[in-house]
């Protein structure tokens, strides 16, 4: 099974709240990746930090990334990014700029996207969300 990580879960394992790593380990036969814009929502979180909080954070992410494949947002994904936006608008919704690159991207490999924002992947009745 492949699972999409979103930057939700990777704040709650920021703050100690979720423990990434044994969630990882208990699911060895899965895939994880996230999306080249969850990352870039991390950098930044990472970025507005200073000092050793900066240090500490930025050290935790590249731990993960050791671990958690980064997905690009090419041609293939801006194309069921499209789609989705298209029909989303066609049904007077929209979702986040950012979780619909995400959605996207997870449709487009065919994962289920792993989250703690129950309301934003909701939108979307066909993809599969993991809430942890």
Do not use: C, K
């Amino acid at each position: 099974m492949g699972n999409l990580i979103d930057s939700s879960i990777l704040i709650a394992a920021e703050r100690g709240r979720l423990d990434l790593a044994e969630h990882l380990e208990r699911r060895l036969d899965d895939r994880f990746a996230i999306a080249a814009i969850t990352l870039s929502e991390a950098l930044h979180g990472v970025h507005r930090l200073q000092g050793v909080r900066q240090v500490r954070a930025r050290a935790l992410l590249d731990r993960w990334l050791q671990q958690l494949p980064v997905v690009p947002f090419g041609r293939p994904v801006a194309e069921t990014h499209a789609v989705l936006g298209a029909d989303l608008a066609g049904r007077g919704e929209t979702m986040g700029a950012h979780d619909l690159q995400i959605a996207a991207t997870a449709v487009h490999l065919g994962y289920d996207v792993v989250t703690r924002d129950r309301r934003s992947f909701a939108r979307l009745a066909d993809l599969p969300v993991q809430y942890w």
